[in-house]
């Protein structure tokens, strides 16, 4: 089963407006990491956030975590037509090596 | 420096084929994870290893699969009895320690020897 649910589903921007795209999820989390994945590729890790962490910056995005909701956003701002790709969060429960667990992810589409 | 490898790429089998998927984690990487995607989802996990001991294998779907890392380094998984159910994207990770929580760090955001880096995946097709 998938711990974590993106939202939206699809999301289709112009270039260089921001995308805004959210994760829940269900138990207590060590970590949330959001990953991109093109079409036909492999994961890309994006950025980690801890649980004991608010919010984190990288580059273009930004990343929050709301513990108390269960839930996590990420923003990706100017977007570029080569950001288009799927979006997924993925959670890990317990220090040291534990498995993710993935959401089913956002179809981001950002046309130029 | 080369990231995880994964063969074949694809992979087309007739229901009841066995089939064969490697998965060679960068070198040093103690720790090796399989997933399997279907179409439209996001990643699940399968069965992990550390070195070449396999310490969870609770998400392999049923007693047809089957996986291995005798030598603590590459890993195969096998299907046994291939169903059209089983077609999907499988995805290999490893990371450096027994510590695994993420993967890749292109943007750098916490990134660390707990990193999982993921292969391509091979992607099995079972008419």
């Known amino acids: 089963s998938q711990q974590g649910e993106e939202d939206p589903q699809a999301l289709s921007i112009q270039e260089g407006e921001n995308a805004t795209m959210n994760c829940s999820y269900k138990t207590s989390i060590n970590n949330l990491q959001w990953y991109r994945q093109n079409s036909g590729r492999g994961l890309v890790h994006l950025i980690l956030i801890r649980s004991n962490e608010r919010e984190k910056h990288s580059g273009r995005l930004r990343v929050t975590l709301d513990t108390s909701k269960k839930s996590s956003s990420l923003l990706i701002t100017a977007s570029r037509a080569a950001d288009t790709a799927s979006y997924f969060c993925?959670?890990?429960?317990?220090?040291?090596?534990?498995?993710?667990?993935f959401g089913k992810g956002t179809r981001l589409s950002v046309i130029a | 420096g080369a990231g995880v490898s994964q063969s074949p790429r694809y992979k087309v089998a007739k229901r009841g084929q066995d089939v064969a998927l490697r998965c060679d984690p960068i070198s040093g990487h103690v720790s090796l994870f399989w997933y399997q995607q279907a179409l439209g989802q996001g990643p699940e996990f399968l069965t992990y290893f550390q070195n070449e001991a396999q310490l969870d294998k609770s998400g392999l779907p049923s007693d047809r699969f089957f996986a291995e890392r005798p030598e603590g380094s590459v890993s195969t998984l096998k299907i046994q009895r291939t169903q059209q159910e089983d077609s999907a994207v499988y995805l290999c990770?490893?990371?450096?320690?027994?510590?695994?929580?993420?993967?890749?760090?292109?943007?750098?955001?916490?990134?660390?020897?707990?990193?999982?880096?993921f292969g391509p995946g091979t992607r099995l097709t079972v008419l």
């Open positions: 993925a959670t890990d429960f317990t220090s040291g090596n534990t498995p993710l667990v």
């Open positions: 990770a490893s990371s450096l320690s027994p510590g695994g929580t993420g993967a890749g760090g292109l943007a750098g955001g916490g990134s660390n020897t707990d990193t999982q880096y």
